[in-house]
């Protein structure tokens, strides 16, 4: 009767089924589980904020057995961890080629697995966009944002194309209003970085920061960019920041020339090809502005679970 | 000079495949139409639900949580309101039947709930807050099964209050379930072969007769 809607169809379901060997159930938190994409052999990807024991972590496979899995590390600045699964187990997800782009309007399905059997929702891509800092300062190589519903343990699983392809992992963690993608450039660099290091490199200054209003005087005066800096409420006894000389009620204005009215963009800047390099810190003390050379250290994984 | 406009029937850059997957959306909204009702209070005047026509001689299915009074009103696919009879409800199945005294009614064409897969494409369509026939596209989430056969399927479609007792369909317009509930977001319906032992069910009571059987 209705052959292109029928065929249509034919092909989403094939293209949940031809997906779904790549998408595993992740069993390391107490209500239900969340999922995750087997992204290289033997090797799976999840949501970090799904992960919620270090320990006695289990996957659950297309075929039904269930496997041990290791952590090997996690992003929380990206939402990603990355699980270590026995040799072989699991099959691992289909890409498209390198330089084809996600593009608005384009189909998509949402799949998970928060049981036994895969599920799936459809929608479009809403928006497109260049690279962006989630909230905790993590690089996502392109914003992707979902005209789709995310269900209850969908966070960890993939993003597929009509043909059943993996174009991302789904996140509920990285934006309160819409389903969110961490495409699949990002999630193999962060992966990448996971395996090789065990942690993402990201720098650090120990500084805690909260954005004020300034005089519009001194604004004027001293020709500052924005009417809003960073004023310093914390310092870390012996880091960084410490070690140059800032103090309490400091207002960070620039960061390597750049003006900062955000603490998200203190922490994109900090990223981990900084660590061990000077930076100049524009503040203002006593409303005069000053110039201190702070040595940007490395923020230790543990220090921000 | 006047902006020179383009003709409607220019060439689009659509394929033929996307356009026809449009025009046969409306065949199959009209079709799902053409068998779906509002069901309101006794005096036509409060909504309640949606119901599916399942058989000519006037017999609607419905949910049981819709059919709450013995004597209600349906809105047929016309449009006409007419007075319905509730002539058989089961509440652990969620499932009403209702009696109309019209004939040549079109009937709705009944699809195999365990055909459906995950991603397969599934309409509903309903009388959601009141407002007359409004459609929702999705995909199949889950099907659920009990003793092997098929009992919930659980779609990615939106529902409101008001689809209750309306139809989940497949792609060829076959009604594959009965909406009932909103669980996490999800639309869950009542699989058909559920309907038709409820529907087989009733007619065995003696609660209605019809003037020739059903199909099996």
């Known amino acids: 009767m209705s052959s292109a809607l029928q065929s249509l169809s034919d092909d989403l379901a094939a293209a949940v089924e031809a997906a779904s060997r790549s998408v595993v159930a992740v069993h390391a938190r107490r209500r239900i589980p969340s999922s995750g994409v087997v992204w290289r052999e033997g090797i799976v990807v999840t949501a970090h904020h799904t992960v919620q024991r270090e320990d006695g972590i289990t996957v659950s496979l297309d075929d039904g057995t269930a496997v041990g899995a290791t952590l090997v590390g996690r992003d929380p600045s990206t939402d990603l961890a990355v699980l270590r699964l026995e040799?072989?187990?699991?099959?691992?997800?289909?890409?498209?080629?390198?330089?084809?782009?996600?593009?608005?309007g384009q189909l998509v399905l949402a799949l998970?697995?928060?049981?036994?059997?895969?599920?799936?929702?459809?929608?479009?891509?809403?928006?497109?966009?260049?690279?962006?800092?989630?909230?905790?300062?993590?690089?996502?190589?392109?914003?992707?944002?979902?005209?789709?519903?995310?269900?209850?343990?969908?966070?960890?699983g993939p993003l597929v194309d009509a043909q059943g392809r993996v174009l991302g992992i789904n996140s509920s963690g990285?934006?309160?209003?819409?389903?969110?993608?961490?495409?699949?450039?990002?999630?193999?660099?962060?992966?990448t970085?996971?395996?090789?290091?065990?942690?993402?490199?990201?720098?650090?200054?120990?500084?805690?920061?909260?954005?004020?209003?300034?005089?519009?005087?001194?604004?004027?005066?001293?020709?500052l960019g924005r009417d809003v800096g960073l004023m310093v409420i914390s310092v870390e006894e012996g880091a960084p920041a410490h070690a140059a000389g800032v103090s309490l009620g400091d207002i960070i204005v620039a960061f390597d020339g750049t003006a900062v009215s955000d603490p998200s963009e203190l922490l994109g800047a900090l990223s981990g090809e900084r660590v061990g390099k000077p930076v100049s810190l524009r503040i203002l003390r006593g409303g005069a502005p000053q110039d201190v050379t702070v040595t940007v250290g490395e923020r230790s994984a543990r220090g921000e679970r | 000079m006047a902006p020179t406009i383009a003709p409607t029937n220019a060439p689009t850059m659509?394929?033929?495949?996307?356009?026809?997957?449009?025009?046969?959306?409306?065949?199959?909204?009209?079709?799902?139409?053409?068998?779906?009702?509002?069901?309101?209070s006794r005096s036509g005047r409060q909504p309640l639900g949606s119901g599916v026509i399942w058989h000519p001689d006037g017999l609607i299915v419905t949910n049981a949580h819709v059919a709450r009074e013995r004597r209600l009103v349906v809105a047929l696919p016309n449009e006409a309101l007419v007075e319905a009879e509730c002539v058989a409800r089961d509440e652990s199945c969620d499932l009403a039947l209702l009696h109309v005294d019209v004939e040549g009614l079109r009937a709705a064409p009944v699809g195999d709930p365990s055909a459906a897969r995950a991603g397969s494409l599934v309409l509903a369509l309903g009388h959601p807050m009141g407002v007359p026939n409004?459609?929702?596209?999705?995909?199949?989430?889950?099907?659920?099964?009990e003793r092997g056969n098929p009992r919930f399927i659980a779609a990615d479609v939106a529902l409101a209050p008001g689809n209750s007792g309306g139809p989940l369909v497949d792609a060829d317009?076959?009604?594959?379930?009965?909406?009932?509930?909103?669980?996490?977001?999800?639309?869950?319906?009542?699989?058909?072969?559920?309907?038709?032992?409820?529907?087989?069910?009733?007619?065995?009571?003696g609660a209605i007769t019809i003037s020739h059987p059903l199909a099996a």
Do not use: C
């Open chain 2, 14 to 40: 659509l394929g033929t495949s996307t356009l026809a997957v449009g025009r046969e959306l409306e065949g199959l909204a009209a079709l799902v139409r053409s068998y779906t009702v509002g069901v309101r």
């Open chain 2, 173 to 205: 317009g076959r009604v594959l379930g009965i909406n009932a509930m909103v669980m996490s977001g999800l639309g869950v319906a009542i699989t058909s072969n559920v309907v038709r032992r409820f529907v087989r069910q009733a007619l065995a009571s």
């Open chain 1, 87 to 104: 040799p072989g187990a699991g099959t691992v997800a289909q890409h498209p080629a390198d330089g084809e782009e996600i593009r608005v």
């Open chain 1, 112 to 156: 998970g697995r928060p049981g036994a059997a895969v599920t799936a929702a459809m929608g479009v891509v809403s928006a497109t966009g260049g690279e962006w800092r989630t909230w905790h300062g993590g690089r996502i190589d392109r914003f992707v944002r979902l005209d789709l519903a995310i269900y209850d343990g969908f966070s960890g």
């Open chain 1, 193 to 223: 970085q996971l395996l090789e290091t065990g942690h993402v490199r990201r720098g650090f200054m120990g500084v805690g920061v909260q954005p004020v209003r300034l005089p519009a005087g001194t604004v004027r005066a001293h020709a």
């Open chain 2, 134 to 145: 409004a459609m929702s596209l999705g995909v199949v989430h889950a099907v659920t099964t």
């Open chain 1, 174 to 191: 990285l934006a309160r209003a819409a389903a969110m993608t961490i495409p699949a450039r990002t999630v193999e660099r962060v992966a």
